[in-house]
């Protein structure tokens, strides 16, 4: 397992961009997939986006299809969500995930930061 800390979220206005962090700790950590996460008060934990051990595939939930970007940086140990034009709906705090086979699915990620807060007043 790898230990992972996020980073990089706020408050914001809606419009606006942020971009977090997913630090890891690990000499295996390319080895890993990483999954972005949000859970909204009283919601349950849904997916956000996704990208493969390489950093060659990523796909997203459609809700932030053209507004975030996944991306990594294997010799810094670290992940990226760049979020863009950002909603009220988007508040919820944000967790990374890593696993060698995690896909979508929460119960697929074996290793968890303890998350990031994000808010977007309208």
């Known amino acids: 397992q790898v230990q992972l800390v996020e980073s990089g979220g706020g408050l914001v206005q809606a419009g606006d961009s942020l971009r977090l962090s997913c630090a890891a700790s690990?000499?295996?950590?390319?080895?890993?997939?990483v999954g972005w996460f949000r859970q909204a008060p009283g919601k349950e934990r849904e997916f956000v986006a996704h990208i493969s051990g390489s950093g060659g595939s990523t796909y997203y939930t459609d809700s932030v299809k053209g507004r975030f970007t996944v991306s990594r940086d294997n010799a810094k140990n670290t992940v990226y969500l760049q979020m863009s034009n950002l909603k009220p709906e988007d508040t919820a705090v944000y967790y990374c995930?890593?696993?060698?086979?995690?896909?979508?699915?929460?119960?697929?990620?074996?290793?968890w930061g303890r998350g990031t807060q994000v808010t977007v007043s309208s």
């Open positions: 690990g000499r295996t950590f390319s080895t890993n997939a």
């Open positions: 995930a890593a696993d060698p086979v995690g896909g979508s699915s929460p119960t697929e990620f074996r290793s």
